[in-house]
């Protein structure tokens, strides 16, 4: 890219669009994109070509990853019926609506002499524990809760 037009006027690469202009982008024909123009994109996509075309070139970004923070992981431990259809389902429900992330869940139903079930999840930031728990009874056919 060497310019712009907008409207059939010569305008910056910073300049900001209305609605309804028309754009013309004038070319070099081996015209190569610098790392400058990576500041000038808006969009991801946009940087993403202008990455692509510079990476064909020889220059290499370096990856940049981001420090991943362990999360603590909360054990909920209820004692329900089993026979209850669609019980998995409601808890399940309830706890995508109070953004809690499941990690592990373990609903083992062979076992009659353990009647609880466990689910490890982890909590959103300001997590209300009695409102969940509340939440929680109100599901058809959970008769205890904890919480660890």
């Known amino acids: 890219m060497?310019?712009?037009?907008?409207?059939?006027k010569m305008v910056t690469f910073s300049h900001a669009l209305a609605s309804g202009d028309t754009v013309e982008i004038i070319v070099q024909k081996n015209k190569i994109p610098s790392k400058d123009w990576l500041q000038m994109a808006h969009s991801a996509m946009a940087r993403g070509h202008i990455r692509s075309a510079l990476r064909k070139q020889g220059?290499?970004?370096p990856k940049q990853e981001k420090p991943k923070q362990k999360e603590?992981?909360?054990?909920?431990r209820f004692l329900c019926d089993h026979k209850r259809i669609g019980l998995l389902k409601d808890i399940t429900s309830l706890l995508t609506k109070s953004k809690i992330g499941i990690v592990r869940?373990?609903?083992?139903h062979s076992n009659p002499h353990n009647p609880y079930h466990t689910i490890e999840c982890t909590l959103?930031?300001?997590c209300d524990l009695s409102k969940l728990r509340s939440r929680f009874r109100r599901i058809k056919g959970v008769r205890?809760?904890?919480i660890k």
Not at 2 to 8: C, I, L, Q, R, S
Not at 72 to 76: A, E, G, I, K
């Open 2 to 8: 060497t310019g712009a037009k907008v409207n059939g």
């Open 144 to 146: 205890e809760l904890e």
């Open 105 to 108: 869940a373990d609903f083992d």
């Open 124 to 126: 959103p930031p300001r």
């Open 72 to 76: 603590p992981v909360t054990t909920l």
């Open 59 to 61: 220059i290499e970004f």
